[in-house]
């Protein structure tokens, strides 16, 4: 099978009518991954929640004029704070 040829498939599942029962489906699927992830303590957040906010820190100080490695120091290096910039600005500092 060839990508173009899967890609329409892809398409065409998406391009169905949409039942009320798939969308509640779908919905109790997200919930039951939801769930799990958050009982597992995804991305280690029950031990080393707190250093979910470095990155957001260097991603807001460079939003605000900040510059990495000069005006302030990022701990992951100067990069991953204009990432994190990034993903910020997108989100519109949300």
């Keep these: 099978?060839?990508?173009a040829r899967a890609l329409d498939r892809v398409a065409a599942i998406w391009s169905r009518p949409k039942r009320p029962l798939a969308e509640v489906c779908a919905v109790a699927l997200i919930l039951a991954i939801a769930?799990?992830?958050a009982a597992a303590g995804?991305?280690?957040t029950r031990i080393f929640g707190?250093?979910?906010f470095i990155p957001l820190d260097a991603g807001w100080r460079v939003l605000n004029g900040q510059?990495?490695?000069l005006d302030f120091s990022p701990s992951m290096g100067p990069l991953f704070g204009l990432f994190?910039?990034?993903g910020l600005w997108l989100a519109?500092?949300?």
């Design 1 to 3: 099978m060839t990508l």
């Design 35 to 37: 769930g799990v992830a």
């Design 42 to 44: 995804a991305v280690h």
């Design 50 to 52: 707190h250093d979910i």
């Design 67 to 69: 510059r990495p490695d």
């Design 84 to 86: 994190a910039a990034a």
């Design 92 to 94: 519109r500092r949300f």
